[in-house]
Each structure stands twice: as structure tokens, then as C-alpha cells.
């Protein structure tokens, strides 16, 4: 089985995932590390090269081609934009919503500008919420939300809704 996390920019996916498979004793698969390693750019490169809707494509390609199975696995925030490799994770295993609300994925010190996320040309984060945040609702499983929780809480709460 996997376990799939999915969720906002800066929402936590990542350390969450470390600690998932720690539990767990699953190896885990960060997907923007995937692409980072086929291509050997950072993201952000690699979509100053490609373009926005190059990246898209890599990203998508990159994402359909993991086949592992028994694994955690942390895409980037935008594999929600590919119907075909939502329904992937879907297939093998759980996706995790981690919510966050808008307020807080704002709070959080992060230069997104140099993460690669995939933003349209004058978007901003509301706007990127506002267009992902159904989307990650439609294809999650299982919705953990972090508001007003602390790291140690939001890995319980996710260990609980996971039945452990």
C-alpha cells in the first residue's frame, strides 16, 4: 500500500511523510526530488527553462512513471492539476489532505518564489488555494487538518486517522 500525502505548498508534506515512514518502516518518495534527479535542475529551473506548461508536462510524465509500491509518497502540490496521476495514488493506496488554511499557509516563512510552484502569471496564493483546495478535497481519502496544531499533534492526528 501507499500512502500518499497531498496538500498546500508549505503545509508540511514533507516532514510529515519522514515521519510516516519512520512509523511505518516505509521508504519514502519525495516526487519534486523525482523530478529534480531525472532532470538534474532544481524546480524552479526547470521551469524557467520550460515554462510553466513544460513543467506541467515533466511533472506529470515524472509522477505517472513511480510504480513503487509500499511506500510514502510526498508530490509536489500541484500533481492535484493531473487527473490521471490522482487517480494512480488513488489505486494504490490512501491519499492524506493535509488542510491547512489559507491564514496559515500565509503566516509561514517561506519564499515561495524560489520553491517551483507552480503559479500562472499574476496568481497569487489565494488565488493558488482558491483553485487547489477542492481539488485535494475531491481526491483525498482521509482530510488531517493542522490548524492550531503543532507538528507532534498533526503526526498524531494523522497516525489516528490512519488507525494506528
Known amino acids: 500500500m501507499t500512502i500518499t500525502l497531498v496538500g498546500m505548498p508549505a503545509v508540511g508534506k514533507s516532514c510529515m511523510g519522514?515521519?510516516?515512514?519512520?512509523?511505518?518502516?516505509?521508504?519514502?518518495?519525495?516526487?519534486?526530488?523525482?523530478?529534480?534527479?531525472?532532470?538534474g535542475?532544481?524546480?524552479?529551473?526547470?521551469?524557467?527553462s520550460a515554462g510553466l506548461e513544460g513543467f506541467k508536462r515533466i511533472e506529470e510524465d515524472v509522477l505517472l512513471g513511480i510504480k513503487e509500491d509500499n511506500i510514502?509518497?510526498?508530490?509536489?502540490?500541484?500533481?492535484?492539476?493531473?487527473p490521471a496521476v490522482m487517480e494512480q495514488?488513488?489505486?494504490s493506496g490512501i491519499v492524506i489532505y493535509l488542510y491547512a488554511s489559507a491564514e496559515v499557509i500565509k503566516n509561514r516563512a517561506v519564499d515561495f518564489s524560489k520553491r517551483?510552484?507552480?503559479?500562472?502569471?499574476g496568481m497569487?496564493?489565494?488565488?493558488?488555494?482558491?483553485e487547489r483546495?477542492?481539488?485535494f478535497?475531491?481526491?483525498?481519502?482521509?482530510t488531517v487538518c493542522e490548524d492550531g496544531c503543532s507538528l507532534e499533534e498533526t503526526i498524531d492526528n494523522v497516525l489516528e486517522a490512519l488507525g494506528v
Open 89 to 91: 495514488f488513488k489505486r
Open 41 to 48: 535542475q532544481s524546480l524552479q529551473s526547470i521551469m524557467d
Open 133 to 135: 483546495a477542492p481539488l
Open 116 to 121: 517551483g510552484v507552480v503559479l500562472k502569471p
Open 124 to 130: 497569487t496564493m489565494d488565488d493558488l488555494y482558491n
Open 72 to 82: 510514502v509518497f510526498t508530490p509536489g502540490g500541484s500533481a492535484v492539476y493531473y
Open 18 to 39: 519522514r515521519a510516516i515512514a519512520k512509523q511505518f518502516n516505509m521508504k519514502l518518495v519525495d516526487g519534486d526530488k523525482v523530478i529534480e534527479k531525472v532532470y
Open 137 to 142: 478535497e475531491k481526491y483525498a481519502d482521509i
